[in-house]
């Protein structure tokens, strides 16, 4: 059964950056699009960032591209986002997605999802 599996999470302070990762039991994970979304307490589930099945191209939810980096080793099968400049509002779980449909990806109506991971950031 395929897995999604988030680390990396933890308490931070303003400015400081972090590093998610996912490790993913995906068959045929070379040919899945992958992503984050984040839900922070009270609001709506929040498309972040993804990366298609090449590791090509990327896509980013508004106003993080040049703060936030995804990435991809197909190799591993793992999947990275790298955040900088962290603010409060960035205060989430983050979910690790994939999907091997891009519409349904940015869509957030993907295949598999991981368990999250808290990020905390304090002011």
């Known amino acids: 059964q395929a897995q999604l599996v988030e680390s990396g999470g933890g308490l931070v302070q303003a400015g400081d950056s972090l590093r998610l990762s996912c490790a993913a039991s995906i068959e045929f994970f070379s040919s899945y699009n992958l992503g984050w979304f984040r839900q922070a307490p009270g609001k709506e589930r929040e498309f972040v960032a993804a990366?298609?099945?090449?590791?090509?191209?990327?896509y980013y939810g508004p106003l993080l591209k040049g703060r936030f980096f995804i990435s991809r080793d197909n190799a591993e099968k793992m999947v990275y986002l790298q955040m900088n400049s962290l603010k409060p509002e960035d205060t989430a779980i983050y979910y690790c997605?994939?999907?091997?449909?891009?519409?349904?990806?940015?869509?957030?109506?993907?295949?598999?999802w991981g368990q999250g991971t808290q990020v905390t950031v304090s002011s």
């Open positions: 990366i298609d099945w090449s590791g090509t191209n990327d």
């Open positions: 997605t994939g999907d091997d449909n891009w519409g349904q990806m940015l869509a957030g109506m993907n295949e598999y």
